[in-house]
Structure formats: structure tokens, C-alpha cells
């Protein structure tokens, strides 16, 4: 009976979902419209994102042995995380763009593909938040949830600042001029990133307030400097001779992709060390 119901809310919200995203996230645009009859490519990473993002956060954050009313309330959070906190990190990272309106009116695929990697960014970091058993009350954990997804993405701010150094990429700038290289490059090191962030802020409390959030920002230390050694040992092995950064402001896509890959690859090896 309860697996029913989880199914029942899982349509649910991918309907309301579907209905934000086209009603009041992109300002009543029809997705159907845009993506079929218009073909727009931008919005459907962004629209993919979202959904890979939802279903990642209520696969972890939902279960079926969960009583009924604990599941609706933790999926209708989800969504509201997901699309709160991505729009929110869109506004800090890149403030000097308003996505929506390249997504929409500039088809603008560099755009579409830094969105969707938000989005899955922000689902990973919510599946993170969520996990675990409800040991105190459903307020309290919702709000624990809620300040976790909060440190997540300032964690994510950080550290793609960071990255942005390293690699040597404005990235608004390459956005502005639609390289897929660098939006695919760093829409990987977000995802990177979110899935160290998420190992980090999981699992049940172990103690105070203060002792938990030390250890979180301990976990993570260490797994992102071991991602980062990780990076630039693949770096230096596979491309001795060429200067990713450099190929990324060809644009060279394929660059944009290895580096994506190197970043995954490194981010699950770190979490292997420190599982």
C-alpha cells in the first residue's frame, strides 16, 4: 500500500513539477512548444537536469517504510529545494546573466547545459541533506535538511570559484558566447563537486549541532583535497602536451568533456578513499 502511495506522489510531483518549471520558472513558456516546434536544444539540457535531478533527490530522500504523510512532506521539499536553491545559485555564480533569458530567446546551449548541471547539482546535494533516518521530528529534520542543502551550496559556490581559477576560465564570459566547451567542462566539476558534498553532509546526526558540522566540513575537506590531487595527476598523465584551460577557450568541446570526466572520476575516487 505504501509503495502505491510513493508511486502516487512520485506522478504528483513530476506533474507539479512540470507545471513550475513551465508556468512560473521560465514565465508561462510552454516546454512542449519550445522543444518540439521550436527545437530548442538549450532548454532541454536544463529541463533534463531538472528531471534526473528530481528523481535522483526522492529516490534517496522518500521510502516506502516512511508513514505517508512523511514521504509528501519530504518530496514537496525536495522540489522546492531544487528549484529554489538552483535559481538562487544561478543568481550568485552567475549574476552578470540571466540564464532564462539566454535559454529562451538566444537558444544559447552553453546556458542550457550550466543549468541542467545546477539542477543535478542541487538534487545530488538534496538527496545528501535528506538521507538518513527521521530520528527527530519531521520540523526539525526539514530543517536541518534545509540549512545542510544551504552549506551545499555554498560549499559548491566556493569551491567552483576555485575551480574557475585553476582552469583559468571567466566562465560568464564563455557562457555569454555560448562555448560548450567550458559549460559541459564545468557543469561535470559541479556535478564533481555535489556528489563530495553530499557524502558529507549525510547520514544521521552523531551528535551536538556543532560536532556533526565539524565533522561535515572535515569529510568534505578531505575528500575535495584528495579530488583535487586526483585532477591534477590525471591532468598532467593523460595531457602533458596541451593546456585544457587553453583548449576550453577554443572551444574545444571534446576538452570540455574530458575535463568533465576527469572531475567525476576523480570526485568518486576521493569518495572511495574516504568513504
Request: net charge neutral; charged share 15%.
Amino acid at each position: 500500500m505504501r509503495t502505491a502511495s510513493l508511486f502516487f506522489w512520485f506522478i504528483t510531483w513530476a506533474f507539479f513539477g512540470k507545471l513550475i518549471f513551465d508556468r512560473i520558472y521560465y514565465r508561462r513558456i510552454s516546454i512542449e512548444k519550445e522543444l518540439l516546434e521550436k527545437n530548442n536544444s538549450s532548454l532541454s539540457f536544463s529541463f533534463t537536469g531538472f528531471l534526473l535531478s528530481l528523481s535522483i533527490a526522492l529516490f534517496e530522500g522518500t521510502d516506502p517504510a516512511y508513514p505517508v504523510y512523511i514521504n509528501a512532506i519530504s518530496g514537496t521539499a525536495i522540489l522546492i529545494f531544487i528549484l529554489l536553491f538552483t535559481r538562487l545559485f544561478d543568481w550568485i555564480f552567475l549574476r552578470k546573466i540571466d540564464l532564462p533569458t539566454e535559454i529562451i530567446e538566444r537558444r544559447n546551449r552553453s546556458a542550457g547545459i550550466i543549468e541542467g548541471g545546477f539542477f543535478l547539482s542541487m538534487g545530488i546535494i538534496a538527496a545528501g541533506a535528506l538521507s538518513g533516518e527521521y530520528e527527530k521530528s519531521i520540523k526539525w529534520s526539514l530543517i536541518d535538511s534545509a540549512f545542510y542543502c544551504a552549506l551545499g551550496i555554498f560549499l559548491l559556490f566556493c569551491v567552483s570559484i576555485l575551480f574557475s581559477k585553476i582552469l583559468k576560465i571567466d566562465l560568464q564570459q564563455e557562457v555569454k558566447r555560448d562555448n560548450m566547451a567550458a559549460g559541459t567542462a564545468f557543469s561535470g566539476v559541479f556535478i564533481a563537486i555535489s556528489l563530495v558534498i553530499a557524502s558529507a553532509i549525510s547520514g544521521p546526526s552523531k551528535g551536538s549541532f556543532v560536532y556533526d558540522l565539524k565533522l561535515t566540513l572535515f569529510d568534505f575537506s578531505f575528500s575535495f583535497l584528495i579530488m583535487i590531487f586526483l585532477f591534477y595527476i590525471f591532468d598532467l598523465l593523460l595531457f602533458r602536451r596541451f593546456s585544457l584551460s587553453e583548449e576550453l577557450k577554443e572551444p574545444n568541446l571534446s576538452a570540455g568533456i574530458m575535463i568533465a570526466g576527469i572531475a567525476l572520476f576523480s570526485s568518486i575516487l576521493s569518495l572511495l578513499i574516504l568513504p
